[in-house]
């Protein structure tokens, strides 16, 4: 038994020395060292020794697996070793290499025109709100004096998501929130996306965004409401701008009108864009009617107040002279790179 094991132990230090890689080291450790390996294999005829044999014998066995062992370590940190080196010449990097340019990205175009709207507004001493996407009927329609059953609601017909939730049709349900927790004086704008059941084509989305505005105070009157709509549109467009204003309805005010800007395709002429009218409708405003007011419980015969509600997408339009909104959400990185 003496011979087989020194044996074995010369053939296992062989294998192990030529082992190139970590499975075939597993190997080898397994051939010999494993449940069914070969010591094991001597071991078991220990049974035939005499009692004298029997120790000098296991001593053996016990040198020859340490042997083994020290040398399968010893063999795996070599292995390791050379992997590493291997690893750091293959993936080397060149430090005096350029690196890869990075492309820089721009602001959306929606953005940018939305931060100038708000620096104008702030410099007229508006504040910022912002409210939920998903809204409560009540807040949509209700208290902006549109009842169920309202024609007006056809013309927004809008996405449900229950009967009494709805993805805001307009930004116009933060008039209500603000006017319920502010006391007048009141000015304040509320940017954010909208969502109704239009056709797409170039002027229309079913998602866009709007910036609904609100100023509540005494002795406010239709012409502080068309003095400040007037400046807006020439801080945003320039001095040139020319604006006008057609009487109109919405149910929650009285008067109510569309103001529009010429177009800035045919310059009042008519053309595709402006489907021939020469000019291009961006909000519709008016007078807060009363009983929005007394909703609110701010009372109508102290306190007066105007709304208007534009849409940012054509007032972009308009500013960068884009004939259709579609590519605004294409994310053609040709188009948005330009700003």
Same mark, same amino acid.
Request: glycine share 8%; charged share 25%; net charge negative.
């Given at each position: 038994?003496?011979?087989?094991?020194?044996?074995?132990?010369?053939?296992?230090?062989?294998?192990?020395?030529?082992?190139?890689?970590?499975?075939?080291?597993?190997?080898?450790?397994?051939?010999?060292?494993?449940?069914?390996?070969?010591?094991?294999?001597?071991?078991?005829?220990?049974?035939?020794?005499?009692?004298?044999?029997?120790?000098?014998?296991?001593?053996?066995?016990?040198?020859?697996?340490?042997?083994?062992?020290?040398?399968?370590? +010893?063999?795996?940190?070599?292995?390791?070793?050379?992997?590493?080196?291997?690893?750091?010449? $293959? !993936?080397?990097?060149?430090?005096?290499?350029?690196?890869?340019?990075?492309?820089?990205?721009?602001?959306?175009?929606?953005?940018?025109?939305?931060?100038?709207?708000?620096?104008?507004?702030?410099?007229?001493?508006? %504040?910022?709100?912002?409210?939920?996407?998903? !809204?409560?009927?009540?807040?949509?329609?209700?208290?902006?004096?549109?009842?169920?059953?309202?024609?007006?609601?056809?013309?927004?017909?809008?996405?449900?998501?229950? #009967?009494?939730?709805?993805?805001?049709?307009?930004?116009?349900?933060?008039?209500?929130? @603000?006017?319920?927790?502010?006391?007048?004086?009141?000015?304040?704008?509320?940017?954010?996306?909208?969502?109704? %059941?239009?056709?797409?084509?170039?002027?229309? +989305?079913?998602?866009? $965004?709007?910036?609904?505005?609100?100023?509540?105070?005494?002795?406010?009157?239709?012409? #502080?409401?068309?003095?400040?709509?007037?400046?807006?549109?020439?801080?945003?467009?320039? #001095?040139?701008?020319?604006?006008?204003?057609?009487?109109? $309805?919405?149910?929650? @005010?009285?008067?109510?009108?569309?103001?529009?800007?010429?177009?800035?395709?045919?310059?009042?002429?008519?053309?595709?864009?402006?489907?021939?009218? *020469?000019?291009?409708?961006?909000?519709?405003?008016?007078?807060?009617?009363?009983?929005?007011?007394?909703?609110?419980?701010?009372?109508?015969?102290?306190? +007066? *107040?105007?709304?208007?509600?534009?849409?940012?997408?054509?007032?972009?339009?308009?500013?960068?002279?884009? #004939?259709?909104?579609?590519?605004?959400?294409?994310?053609?990185?040709?188009?948005? +790179?330009?700003?």
């Amino acid at each position: 038994m003496k011979e087989q094991l020194k044996q074995m132990e010369k053939e296992a230090l062989h294998l192990i020395e030529s082992a190139k890689d970590s499975a075939a080291l597993e190997s080898a450790r397994l051939k010999f060292l494993g449940k069914k390996g070969e010591l094991t294999s001597i071991l078991r005829g220990m049974g035939a020794l005499s009692a004298e044999e029997r120790p000098v014998a296991g001593q053996i066995a016990n040198e020859v697996r340490a042997a083994i062992e020290n040398a399968i370590a +010893s063999r795996f940190e070599n292995i390791e070793a050379l992997m590493l080196e291997a690893k750091l010449k $293959h !993936e080397k990097i060149d430090v005096t290499m350029p690196g890869t340019p990075v492309k820089i990205g721009t602001k959306h175009p929606l953005n940018i025109v939305l931060d100038e709207i708000r620096e104008i507004f702030l410099g007229l001493g508006f %504040s910022v709100a912002e409210g939920p996407e998903v !809204e409560y009927d009540y807040y949509n329609f209700e208290a902006l004096n549109i009842p169920k059953y309202h024609p007006a609601r056809d013309t927004q017909d809008t996405f449900y998501v229950s #009967d009494n939730i709805v993805l805001r049709t307009q930004t116009s349900p933060m008039q209500i929130r @603000t006017m319920e927790n502010t006391k007048p004086p009141i000015r304040v704008i509320a940017p954010g996306r909208v969502y109704r %059941s239009d056709a797409v084509d170039a002027t229309h +989305s079913p998602l866009f $965004h709007q910036i609904e505005g609100i100023v509540v105070d005494k002795n406010v009157t239709m012409g #502080d409401l068309k003095g400040i709509l007037e400046l807006f549109a020439k801080k945003l467009y320039g #001095d040139d701008t020319v604006v006008r204003f057609r009487p109109h $309805h919405f149910p929650f @005010t009285e008067p109510s009108a569309e103001m529009d800007v010429m177009c800035f395709m045919c310059h009042g002429k008519g053309c595709r864009l402006c489907k021939g009218e *020469g000019f291009i409708e961006i909000l519709g405003c008016g007078m807060i009617h009363p009983n929005v007011l007394r909703v609110c419980n701010i009372d109508p015969e102290e306190y +007066s *107040g105007f709304a208007f509600g534009m849409g940012l997408e054509r007032l972009v339009m308009r500013r960068y002279k884009i #004939d259709d909104m579609r590519m605004f959400y294409e994310n053609d990185v040709r188009f948005l +790179s330009q700003f």
